[in-house]
């Protein structure tokens, strides 16, 4: 995956915008073996983040708003996407404007996401969110990348639908 093949997979905004949003610069060294999608944070605003992930033959990308959380927010909230358990602003509200027309309508989707977009390594448990963060499952490991991939591609179909 290149910058060329991230910036060119926007599905919810300009090609201008595309151009200009911040691409990680360490490409190279992410864990790809580990990653069923990258997902990161626009180094220049915390409300700002981005996800792509393989689809069909090609890359989906959206653009994503983080809500601000509440401050003092102590209770648990769960990712949609992965199923893991966060602690305070470990889980945001994540919104992306609607592909096309509905976009340009000011249409967008929400769903709860890991803060960090670190889904991936949650799973695989490369990265902790704590102590009773995932819950005990009879699921295998592929079961619940499948399931975490499916949670993304729903939401995915609705930013573009």
């Not at 490369?126 to 499916?150: C, I, M, N, Q």
Request: include cysteine.
């Amino acid at each position: 995956m290149t910058e060329r093949d991230i910036r060119a997979s926007f599905i919810n905004c300009t090609k201008g915008e595309a151009k200009r949003l911040a691409v990680p610069k360490d490409l190279a060294g992410r864990p790809w073996e580990d990653l069923d999608f990258l997902g990161w944070q626009d180094p220049s605003s915390a409300e700002r983040a981005y996800l792509i992930t393989e689809s069909g033959d090609g890359f989906v990308a959206v653009a994503l708003r983080r809500a601000t959380p509440a401050a003092g927010q102590a209770r648990r909230n769960m990712c949609s996407l992965c199923l893991t358990t966060h602690t305070g602003g470990g889980v945001s509200l994540m919104t992306a404007r609607k592909a096309g027309r509905g976009g340009q309508a000011g249409n967008s989707v929400g769903a709860y996401m890991c803060s960090d977009l670190a889904c991936s390594l949650y799973l695989r448990g490369k990265k902790d969110a704590g102590p009773g963060s995932r819950l005990h499952e009879s699921l295998s490991l592929e079961e619940k990348v499948e399931r975490t991939t499916a949670n993304l591609a729903g939401f995915l179909a609705r930013v573009a639908g």
